[in-house]
């Protein structure tokens, strides 16, 4: 069976709470905290459309051993027997390695020696020196190594033996930096959602695309502000529908989505509209509800506690409102993905006090295998107003 190796991003619940999402819990084996297998061929993984994962490899075989030395003796024996496969031209070498207790001086050891044996069987090869036991992606894709000459190996401990991957798809840095910062409309005041959260929150709500394939959808978001979750919502080829209480938010996330129709080739099927997310109605139909709630007042420094209580209080307000309005206009089975706010205050994490009282609301909280419990938070480490993301269904 072909398999695939995932290398999580920076906060890995997320990346393999997205993957269980979307391609099952049972295809997912764990190797290490930000490493998992996928039972699944790299073609069958629509990686573009994941956040949470920043390397998609294809798996090639196991080593039967983690000893450095012995590893190089293995590759230094195995690569000329592949080098007839490729096709005329420079081969480009890098190397990527995770839990072996190699150096980035024996990495760059090892890439000498290869590129002598690799020159001996009559191909010109350059090699990637590495600064760090791994490349990261702009070394990746500067140097072209996931194209036609070109070969990132990922050395993977998993137990007593290594996995042996090769790169195929990298995270396209320039592509989430260009759909982040090169949108007409920008406001910091209401938060800014980066591109990669943005599709994590939709993926974590679309459960089942490995069975379904992929419908036409309609994606609800009812508090859509500058209208990232809307763009990234037409960039997988669903439908968009954003509403927000504020006009200005309408407007400029109209702005933001004809750039994206028109920079990017993004879908144009998409309704706005002025809407109070804790008392309005919404048209029919939507098949999910993916955004970013109200997060509160910005902070960059720790409040005392009367301004943060206050904070809070407000913050709740708004969500039991919201939750409250819109539990009578979703089906059975509608999937909502809400990242709502989450403080860090003196190391520990304080969380929205409605979220103890979903039941009485009238929801299910969904959990995740492979996440094992743990709550999903987005946060930069320097933040003090993080993202958490529940998953509700209406309760039966």
Not at 322 to 341: H, K, Y
Request: hydrophobic share 35%; net charge neutral.
């Amino acid at each position: 069976m072909s398999k695939s190796i995932l290398v999580l991003g920076r906060q890995p619940e997320l990346g393999i709470a997205e993957l269980e999402s979307l391609y099952g819990p049972e295809s997912i084996t764990e190797i290490s905290p930000n490493i998992v297998s996928l039972s699944l061929d790299p073609r069958d993984i629509d990686f573009e459309r994941l956040g949470g994962s920043v390397k998609l490899a294809k798996y090639l075989t196991d080593i039967d051993s983690t000893k450095w030395s012995e590893i190089f003796q293995y590759l230094n024996s195995t690569i000329p027997k592949h080098l007839d496969h490729l096709p005329e031209g420079k081969l480009k070498l890098g190397m990527s390695v995770y839990n072996l207790n190699a150096s980035a001086n024996d990495i760059n050891r090892t890439l000498l020696g290869l590129k002598k044996t690799i020159k001996a069987s009559g191909r010109s090869v350059r090699v990637i020196p590495n600064k760090a036991q791994t490349l990261n992606s702009a070394q990746v894709l500067y140097n072209q190594l996931t194209n036609q000459l070109g070969w990132e190996l990922l050395l993977i401990r998993d137990g007593n033996k290594t996995i042996l991957a090769q790169t195929v798809r990298e995270q396209d840095i320039d592509a989430y930096a260009a759909r982040d910062q090169n949108r007409p409309k920008r406001d910091s005041k209401v938060g800014m959602l980066p591109p990669k959260l943005a599709q994590i929150i939709i993926n974590l709500a679309d459960r089942g695309q490995k069975n379904e394939g992929y419908t036409k959808k309609t994606v609800l978001d009812p508090f859509c502000g500058t209208g990232v979750v809307l763009q990234e919502s037409l960039l997988i080829g669903y439908s968009a529908y954003g509403t927000d209480i504020e006009p200005r938010m309408i407007d400029y996330s109209k702005a933001n989505l004809e750039w994206v129709s028109d920079k990017i080739k993004g879908g144009t099927n998409y309704q706005l509209e002025v809407k109070d997310a804790m008392q309005d109605k919404w048209d029919k139909p939507f098949d999910i509800v993916a955004c970013e709630t109200y997060l509160g007042r910005p902070l960059a420094t720790e409040p005392d506690s009367d301004t943060l209580n206050k904070i809070i209080q407000d913050c709740n307000f708004i969500h039991k409102k919201f939750l409250t309005n819109i539990l009578g206009q979703i089906e059975s089975d509608t999937l909502m993905s809400i990242a709502v706010p989450v403080w860090k205050i003196k190391g520990q994490n304080i969380h929205l006090p409605i979220l103890d009282h979903l039941e009485e609301i009238g929801y299910t909280e969904l959990s995740f295998v492979h996440t094992k419990g743990s709550k999903l938070i987005y946060r930069r480490e320097d933040q003090i107003v993080g993202r958490e993301i529940i998953i509700l269904t209406k309760s039966k």
